[in-house]
């Protein structure tokens, strides 16, 4: 899982790395669990915008008998 910033598709984070200097961003996951958020603290003005959770999904083709 990942989250983007859209003004500047900025990555974010991606599973538990966090890949912004800005020590307000981070990622919050239960280990086990389903939902990761983004946890931005002491939000300000210039934070205003769209944040894109990205998921990756891998099919499993079955091969037919």
């Known amino acids: 899982v990942s989250w983007i910033r ?5 990555i974010l984070t991606s599973g538990l790395f966090t890949y912004t ?3 307000r ?4 996951h239960t280990e ?3 939902d990761w958020n983004l946890q931005i603290k002491y939000v300000q003005k210039r934070d205003n915008g769209t944040y894109e959770c990205q998921t990756k999904t891998l099919l499993r083709l ?3 008998e």
């Open 25 to 28: 961003f981070q990622v919050v």
């Open 32 to 34: 086990g669990g389903d």
């Open 62 to 64: 079955r091969e037919e």
């Open 21 to 23: 200097n800005d020590e």
């Open 6 to 10: 859209r003004r500047d598709w900025h």
